[in-house]
């Protein structure tokens, strides 16, 4: 039996895309006041961290001093601690000791981070795949990570990369998750690994890796349409969080919408 509430409540934001202030991504997304107007919807919530799953800044737009800043002032406004790794469209080490201020270990790649949330573990890895098709991980980081897995933490860990070690549902995109995600359950199958987090992908996904859980955020800047010919990527101006709920027993994922849309109706509900 499941309890009511969540032993703690995440909000993962996937691929915010940011440009530098006063542009617009693809001429048309004003990703920055998206993130904030984003930030400011999902801090009602009062999840105990957030998580960044890559993909912050745009390609050749140079903006994570100013997004580090920014969530720099969050962490320490209402003390919880954001949890970034970059993504395909992050320079090399720009996800680097300006983000992850709270982090308890840090491994081979300046992305690759662990940081213990009220009991839970959330371990960061940076898959690359800068300028490169597909993610991966090198032997250095599965080998790192084996050693950080060897104690079991208090409610178990949630790992988090970019590159989704699942299939996306587009078949144009297919091969651009995570290349050794094998490699990876190699080393997480028999540890307190409860669920994978990913993003990537610009479309919400559920799938396993093995026998645990791996969730793919919808992007919080833009989502292919998935009725669009196999042939055509066609990004969508929705916007999307995830509400993470860790339990005891089971770890949840809810989509957010973060952009607007219509109301039906309202009820009272007690
Ligand atoms: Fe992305
Ligand atoms: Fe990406």
């Known amino acids: 039996m499941t ?28 990703t920055p006041t998206r993130m904030r107007e984003a930030l400011d919807q999902i801090l009602t919530f009062k999840p105990a961290a957030v998580i960044l799953s890559g993909d912050i800044g745009q390609r050749n737009h140079y903006v994570h001093d100013d ?24 320079p090399i080490d720009s996800v680097g000791t300006a983000f992850n201020p709270g982090k308890i270990a840090s491994g081979p790649e300046l992305g690759d981070t662990v940081h213990d949330v009220q009991g839970l573990r959330v371990i960061g890895l940076d898959s690359h795949g800068v300028g490169r098709h597909q993610g991966h991980l090198t032997g250095e980081q599965l080998g790192w990570l084996r050693q950080r897995l060897a104690e079991p933490a208090e409610h178990g860990t949630l790992v988090v990369t970019h590159h989704p070690p699942i299939p996306s549902t587009t078949l144009s995109q297919r091969g651009s998750g995570l290349q050794n995600a094998d490699e990876l359950y190699e080393v997480i199958r028999e540890t307190d690994v409860r669920a994978i987090l990913s993003g990537h992908y610009h479309h919400q996904i559920a799938g396993t890796l093995g026998h645990i859980p791996v969730w793919v955020s919808g992007a919080a800047s833009y989502n292919f349409d998935l009725l669009a010919e196999d042939t055509t990527l066609t990004g969508m101006g929705d916007g999307w969080a995830t509400v993470v709920d860790v339990y005891d027993e089971t770890v949840t994922f809810s989509s957010l919408i973060i952009t607007p849309r219509e109301k039906v109706f309202s009820k009272s509900v007690g």
């Open 3 to 30: 309890t009511v509430s969540p032993t703690l409540r995440l909000i993962q934001l996937s691929d915010l895309h940011l440009v530098e202030e006063g542009k617009l991504l693809r001429k048309v997304l004003d």
């Open 67 to 90: 997004a580090a800043a920014y969530f720099g002032h969050f962490q320490d406004q209402i003390g919880i601690p954001f949890i970034a790794v970059g993504g395909n469209h992050d």
